[in-house]
């Protein structure tokens, strides 16, 4: 099987842009028709709209990428019951990155190479490359099983995550086919245009901005940054130094000023006994850093 142009492994940034110049047309058209929707959306205002549109970007953001894909499936920071766990990892779908073995695999592969070459989507290799060049040059591989399961092998067991990452995009089609049902055009265009677009861009942030502008508390090996917007559009995943520093912590937002409602969210779930195991590190600990994500 070809090798997915997605990951080089350790060849130098030259290479990478090299082996990258395919234009995957399924991401592009996706891309074109979702930003045309959402900036075609506020002609279309109703608050009915706006108000759904809240609901499923924090359902997409928090629960499903924040919770699910990065926390609980790349890191296993916390356990939940099986139910909660798939439920969340389909709220992760929702927001259209790909299924989970593809996000999980690539973000243990950023990881492993933060910065270095082999980073699938690192700022070294140009700004706009990292934060969406990366997912329209080369292979499309949102539906990739067979390549990232030596990344993934406890996904890569579960029959419903190879389902889901197959078909990842069924949750966004049947929940624009019931928006559209309930509210016509404008529903759409809010709840499944803008609210993606607005989900790509703030997620794609965490990989560009987060290692561009910011502050760095601790002196990790890469370039990661502690970014206060990104982590307001992402609900807490833009204090990105200091989950590089403790890549195994639920809780990202250490100091007391920096606000993770993902991590609030987690907390509740401990103190009501759904989530257990939690890993929560602390901003006084000494540095732990470890530049490979946990299995």
């Not at 499923?56 to 609980?72: A, C, N």
């Not at 989507?121 to 067979?146: C, F, Y």
């Amino acid at each position: 099987m070809e090798k997915p142009t997605l990951v080089v492994d350790n060849a130098p940034p030259e290479t990478q842009a090299i082996r990258a110049r395919e234009l995957n047309w399924r991401t592009i058209i996706a891309l074109v028709i979702l930003h045309a929707g959402a900036l075609a959306a506020p002609f279309y205002f109703e608050w009915k709209a706006i108000a759904i549109t809240a609901v499923l970007y924090f359902t997409s953001i928090s629960w499903g990428i924040g919770m699910g894909y990065h926390r609980l499936l790349t890191h296993r920071s916390y356990k939940v019951p099986k139910f909660i766990e798939y439920t969340i990892a389909i709220f992760g779908a929702l927001a259209l990155e790909g299924g989970p073995i593809f996000w999980v695999g690539t973000h243990r592969i950023h990881h492993q190479n933060s910065d270095k070459p082999g980073d699938p989507h690192s700022p070294r290799d140009g700004a706009w490359w990292s934060h969406i060049l990366w997912m329209i040059l080369g292979k499309s591989q949102n539906s990739e099983v067979d390549y990232f399961r030596r990344f993934v092998p406890d996904l890569a067991r579960n029959n419903f995550y190879i389902w889901l990452s197959k078909y990842h995009y069924v949750p966004v089609l049947l929940t624009s086919a019931l928006l559209y049902a309930w509210g016509g055009l404008p529903a759409f265009l809010w709840g499944t245009c803008f609210r993606v677009v607005l989900g790509l861009h703030s997620t794609w942030a965490v990989n560009s901005a987060t290692h561009l502008w910011g502050a760095r508390r601790f002196e990790t090996t890469d370039d990661s940054r502690n970014n206060w917007w990104v982590a307001l559009f992402t609900f807490g995943e833009g204090w990105h130094n200091n989950h590089h520093a403790k890549p195994n912590s639920a809780r990202h937002g250490l100091a007391w000023f920096e606000l993770d409602i993902t991590w609030l969210q987690i907390k509740a779930l401990e103190k009501l006994g759904i989530a257990t195991a939690v890993k929560e590190a602390s901003v006084s600990e000494a540095v732990s850093y470890s530049s490979r994500a946990a299995a």
